[in-house]
């Protein structure tokens, strides 16, 4: 290869799902020799997986350049994919994923949607799915847009490629990397998304147990937090907190109005141990939202709320700024 | 090269490409007869019209004008904030960008300033608004803020204000606190004072508020409130709502015990449960008391360094006296 600087850094993170290495390898290179700029590969093995890696050592061998990290346990692969760009020396980073999705001669077409975008993300299209799955995802990116406003149609789909500055705004831990466009565009990212067409060898034959949907669930809910309440959990749970609070209170006034007016025994109710620990739960909720306003404001000071473009001044050109150095100059010449 | 500006006004622009060529030529029209070093800082909230492009020419042409964009629009207080941050002057002066507030106000302001307040708050006598929608809303919100927060402020919605850089400069200012700016300031304790200033009726776009603000208000304030009064000292704050839940834990839990009584010492559990409930909720709180004290003691934000220049900065302040 040339001497000349990285400009693109391929970035494969390898979990528990992959197809043969040599088939992967092959289809990937055609697709980035298109680029026709320097580029450099890196793979990132998430935790011990020793066949592969000796399929890898057998490519080195044959001196095919590429750098290999490996992990000790399995962090997940946003964890994987932050790792490997720590090692990424491109101004462009491309992840693909270690199975086939779409075909290699598509990278070409994210590279250039960058153009206009600092992220472009791939989606699949045409797709060939059952119409269970479809409906899986359409329900998926049906929630997620309720919650974040943002629509996307494949977050599936790991083949993207993004500007550095980006990956270095952005952390991503445990399996954020399928929300990096939401979270780009909550930075204030330009967020394309590429239509590219899907490898024949991508199948999907996971099988989804409740454990998955739950996760799902869980990673929705997690950034729907994220954007919308990070930095004013009060609101968040306050709003709970108060309606907890509220709910407990007035079955506790019924309680004591049939008490009075109806004499019926308040100390034998079960009732009021729900109304109790409704509002027992209520303030603590709301108390938890109090740490969390604490947690924010003194901390306020390091993570700022916007993200700047840019500064612009120009100190050269200006009419009015010529009349202090014209004192100045005046200033000179009397003494 | 030159010396660092005095004063600086702060202006943020969302969708005010009408008026921000406007605005400029009115702020320079209204400082240069000061005779005083000053400084413009744009903020671009993320506009979509031609805000940015216009700014961006007047920067071209202004050397004293500089220009923050940000990459999206991302609401007034950040916008403020940047501006501060941005800000090279000792003085910082706000302002709003859809030319309501008037720059000649900006001399009196000054002025106020050097009588030796940290902070001077415009109040907008004669509001050019519409009544239902906006003024009346302003005024209940205004008593409340004043009251809940105690810092007396006729007019928080304001944006004209000025501000001691090295005060305003050590507050966190996030969320959509940009009305509470006094209240905030208030943990650093400067002297505030209020000045009658003008208020012009919209001239070119449209406002960009509406009723359902008065929600986020609220909530807010509660925050305000919190944090203000509690900061500094979780624990206790936590321990004032423990108060309450004891009381009626231990009443709940004695009627119970009294109830056995006649019952022949049969225990009843609703009663004795509930009160049982109530107090370990104190104790759970108390234990949350003790986080916040944690988190207080690991953040930045300390109150003494606030303490410390309020106090440097006002002793040079009285000795110069009023002009």
Known sequence: ?335 | MYSLPKLSVIVPFYNEEDSIGPMHAAIVQAVEPLHIAYEMVFVDDGSQDSTAARADEIARQDARVRLVKFRRNYGQTAAMAAGIQYAMGEILVTMDGDLQNDPTDIARLLAKMAEGYDMVVGWRYKRQDKLLSRKVPSVIANRLISKVTGVSITDNGCSLKAFRASVIKNIPLYSEMHRFIPAMASIAGPRIAELKVKHHARQFGKSKYGLSRIYKVLLDLMVIKTISSFTSRPLLWFSLLCVPLTLIGFLALAGGLLAAVPAGGRLSLPLTGSGIIFLTAAVTLTASGTLGELIYKLGDVRPEDFARLTKELRAPQERAGSP
């Open chain 1, 1 to 335: 290869m040339s001497n000349a600087p990285v400009q693109v850094s391929v970035i494969i993170p390898v979990g528990e799902r992959r197809t043969s290495l040599g088939e992967l390898y092959a289809e990937y290179r055609s697709g980035l020799a298109t680029l026709q700029v320097p580029y450099e590969i890196i793979f990132v093995i998430d935790g011990p997986q020793p066949d592969y890696q000796q399929s890898l050592a057998a490519l080195a061998a044959d001196g095919e350049p590429f750098t290999i990290i490996s992990l000790t346990r399995n962090f997940g692969e946003a964890t994987a994919l932050m790792v490997g760009f720590e090692h990424a020396a491109g101004s462009v980073i491309l992840t693909l994923p270690a199975y086939l999705q779409v075909e290699g001669s598509e990278i070409d077409k994210l590279y250039a949607a960058l153009d206009s975008a600092d992220i472009a993300v791939g989606y699949r299209e045409p797709r060939a799915t059952g119409w269970f799955d479809s409906l899986r995802r359409q329900a998926f990116h049906g929630l997620l847009q309720l919650v974040t406003r943002l629509q996307f149609h494949d977050l599936g789909c790991n083949v993207r490629a993004m500007r550095r500055k980006l990956l270095e705004e952005i952390r991503l831990y445990g399996d954020q990397q399928r929300f990096l466009p939401v979270l780009a565009e909550r930075q204030g990212f330009r967020v394309a998304e590429v239509a590219v067409r899907q490898s024949k060898s991508d199948r999907h034959d996971q099988i989804y147990t409740p454990r998955n949907y739950l996760r799902g669930f869980l990673d929705i809910f997690t950034i729907f937090f994220l954007v919308r309440f990070t930095k004013k959990p009060l609101r968040f749970f306050g709003m709970i907190g108060v309606a907890t609070f509220a709910v407990g209170i007035l079955e506790l006034l019924y309680l004591v109005f049939e008490r009075i007016f109806f004499s019926s025994p308040l100390a034998d109710r079960p009732a009021l141990l729900l109304a109790s620990l409704l509002i027992v739960l209520g303030v603590q909720i709301f108390a938890l939202g109090l740490l969390g306003e604490l947690i924010i404001f003194t901390h306020a000071g390091g993570s700022k709320d916007y993200q700047v473009d840019r500064v612009v001044q120009y100190p050269g050109a200006q009419p009015a700024a010529a009349k202090p150095a014209a004192i100045e100059t005046s200033v000179k010449v009397v003494a």
